[in-house]
């Protein structure tokens, strides 16, 4: 027996010595109640989200989840979500040097791992609570997971989503039965909004990130990934409001203590590093990400504690390597992960993490809802800041055969031009010249340098616009 199933096996027989029925919840059936009477069958599963306190603990505070609660939460939804895959990807551990194991939550119905704390919250619902329904606060994936299984279940859903979600998330969740409020130009206030609204009319307020059950039920990722890789060494877990890798960091931590649990955030929206350094949540001013799922300016309350007591350290990653991360998995693993799903790879394609180099690696890949106009353009900033796509500027004589003579250079380093344009108005006073802009192909940033190379030795002098829409200079 492996020394992973050994370690679960000692939990498990623990947790049955302090409770025997632990392992018994009922399991989940479509469309029927799983809890018969007006009590949940775990109150320490279905605790109220409550404030972490002062930063400056003597005693260790106490902690919204246990270990318990993510095992019961486990076995309370198991027929509800999927068991996700978790393989090795050969072709993304050639390109980040490491054994990089991607574990495929965005397969969920919903595409998202946001159905596994959603679930587990509607579970626990008494029925008085069930018939009144739920209401939350979301900008896409955590609505979306609360509509379909409220439908499935019979409950009645409210969500506000702010004016800054996407078209295609709200009109999914409406297809799904929800109704759908927007309102709010961002999630704080679509936040304050839904309270207001669920108090008014007697619902029950499901957090996205910071309920207690919502935690628990995210941390069945955790499990899942012990069961399905025993030999892993690190886990990548992306963070927005931090209950993913809450979750994820105490199911894993409580049985393998050795395995890393690193966290990854957007640079532009890094709110729990910002909480790490003052020792406490903050908000913080967040500015737009291609991860969008992410962009929350504040950890939760409840998130806190666990993450100081769990997680080994947080990383931040740039706009580019996120839009690099989904470019590779859609070319390498033919996946469409939207940008805050894909983090994870980012920081491994970023190089931020060398430590990691040859082992076994997770990475969580937990969103995949991304709107096509915007996956079309973060492709196409993928392929710029891999140096596929290129633009500069060239100064070339104004007389006839000049643009065939340059477009020649260009094509004999085996460049595609994708589009080109001539500019006599804004080229001075030399009005035998003229500006000319292109926007070509090239293999990968090596192609690009030495097509830069050959016009300058040709002649024509380069101004190349980088990915950063900052410009540099090619004599």
Not at 161 to 174: E, G, L, Q, V
Not at 406 to 421: L, N, P, Q, R
């Amino acid at each position: 027996m492996s020394e992973t199933a050994t370690a679960l096996l000692g939990k498990k027989r623990q947790l049955k010595e302090l409770n025997p029925t632990w392992n018994s919840p009922k399991r989940f059936r479509p469309n029927e109640d799983t809890i018969d009477n007006e009590e949940a069958d775990s109150p320490s599963d279905v605790s109220s989200s409550t404030s972490s306190g002062s930063s400056a603990a003597t005693p260790e505070p106490v902690l919204a989840v246990t270990y318990e609660n993510i095992l019961a939460a486990a076995k309370r939804i198991e027929n509800g979500v999927l068991k996700s895959p978790c393989r090795l990807s050969k072709k993304l551990s050639k390109i980040c040097d490491a054994n990089i194991f991607v574990k495929n939550d965005y397969l969920q119905m919903t595409g998202s791992f946001k159905e596994r704390g959603a679930l587990n919250s509607i579970l626990q619902l008494t029925k008085t609570k069930r018939a009144q329904g739920i209401i939350a606060a979301s900008a896409g994936n955590h609505a979306l997971a609360l509509a379909y299984h409220g439908s499935r279940l019979g409950v009645p859903v409210t969500v506000v989503m702010p004016t800054i979600a996407p078209m295609t998330k709200i009109s999914n969740c409406r297809e799904l039965g929800a109704e759908v409020i927007v309102d709010g130009s961002n999630f704080t206030e679509a936040t304050n909004i839904a309270k207001s609204i669920g108090v008014k009319r007697n619902l029950t307020y499901v957090h996205g990130f910071d309920h207690p059950p919502v935690i628990a039920g995210q941390g069945s990722i955790g499990l899942e990934i012990l069961e399905q890789c025993p030999e892993v060494h690190a886990v990548l877990v992306p963070v927005g409001g931090g209950g993913l890798v809450a979750g994820v960091a105490m199911a894993i931590k409580e049985v393998r203590p050795e395995v890393e649990v690193i966290g990854v955030e957007p640079a532009t929206c890094a709110s729990l590093c910002a909480a790490l350094k003052e020792g406490h949540p903050v908000e913080i001013e967040a500015c737009p990400t291609i991860a969008d799922g992410l962009a929350v300016k504040e950890v939760g309350a409840n998130v806190f504690p666990i993450v100081q007591k769990y997680v080994d350290r947080v990383v931040t990653v740039d706009e580019h390597h996120i839009a690099l991360a989904v470019l590779r998995l859609v070319e390498q693993e033919k996946a469409v992960v939207e940008g805050a799903g894909a983090v994870s790879l980012a920081a491994m394609l970023a190089g931020i993490l060398p430590e990691l180099k040859g082992k076994n690696v997770v990475i969580l890949l937990c969103g995949g809802n991304i709107d096509v106009t915007l996956l079309g353009r973060v492709i196409d900033h993928g392929l710029a800041a891999d140096g596929r796509i290129s633009r500069f500027k060239a100064i070339i004589s104004d007389r006839a055969g000049s643009l065939s003579a340059f477009t020649k250079v260009i094509g004999d380093t085996g460049a595609s031009i994708m589009e080109t344009t001539h500019d006599r108005a804004f080229t001075g006073d030399e009005f035998s010249m003229v500006r000319v802009e292109c926007t070509v192909a090239t293999r990968d940033a090596e192609h690009r340098d030495q097509l830069a190379h050959v016009l300058s030795s040709a002649g024509y002098p380069c101004k190349f616009s980088a990915f950063t829409a900052k410009e540099w200079m090619y004599k």
